[in-house]
């Protein structure tokens, strides 16, 4: 059965005519008008059933009522509480006030803080141009010749290190390099020519053979002297 604590001034019958207002289609938004304002206007405690019949008298399809109920409770509209195996359900109008006016305070919090994040980027904003300011229009033209001066030192760099593939010292150290490479393949050469007469006076090896194992041909001979002098 409807809870019976209705307020004292509205008839019940009457009161759902009136929130009624016709049989036309509810948007979901329209039924929770509807449903806040039966809690509003009764200021009474319900369970979910007999929210559920005083919503439907009121023109909400039934279907729907306890998920529109439920999403008042999750809005933080309207109170839920469990007492042994029922909910009740209830809303008074200052709830619903309070969450505006604490709403009210949250977004100006907000603006106050994103107030302060503009003051901050405006002031670092400053500080980036501070030392960057056009002088008569100058900027563009300095910055005009300031990739021209890159552009040709890059030029420039790129010459030197073709001159400094001729400088006398580079010459000399690669002169030097070279040397200790030939010396290092004279050492080598040596010892795989003894390798080779081992093979050949000491094993009775012909030389075609002894080549063979040894993995060089009779074309094998110390490097060409090609270092200048």
Request: hydrophobic residues 35%.
């Amino acid at each position: 059965s409807i809870h019976p604590s209705i307020h004292p001034s509205i008839h019940l019958s009457n009161f759902l005519l009136c929130i009624m207002g016709g049989t036309k289609r509810m948007s979901a938004e329209e039924k929770r008008k509807v449903i806040l304002t039966l809690y509003h206007q009764t200021k009474s405690v319900y369970t979910e059933k007999e929210i559920i019949a005083l919503a439907t008298k009121a023109g909400v399809n039934a279907n729907t009522v306890a998920d529109v109920n439920q999403s008042l409770v999750d809005d933080g509209l309207v109170e839920k509480e469990k007492i042994g195996g029922s909910n009740f359900f209830w809303s008074f109008p200052g709830k619903k006030d309070r969450m505006m006016q604490l709403n009210h305070e949250k977004t100006l919090k907000e603006i106050e803080s994103l107030k302060m994040k503009e003051n901050e980027a405006t002031a670092k904003l400053a500080d980036a141009k501070r030392g960057r300011e056009d002088d008569n229009g100058e900027r563009p033209k300095k910055l005009a010749k300031l990739a021209e001066l890159k552009a040709q030192k890059a030029k420039l760099e790129g010459e030197l290190a073709i001159l400094k593939e001729n400088d006398p010292q580079a010459l000399a150290d690669l002169e030097k390099e070279l040397k200790i490479c030939k010396e290092a393949a004279n050492r080598w050469t040596d010892n795989i020519f003894a390798c080779k007469s081992y093979l050949t006076k000491k094993r009775g090896m012909s030389s075609k053979e002894a080549l063979r194992i040894i993995g060089i041909t009779s074309a094998f001979d110390y490097p060409e002297d090609k270092i200048p002098k």
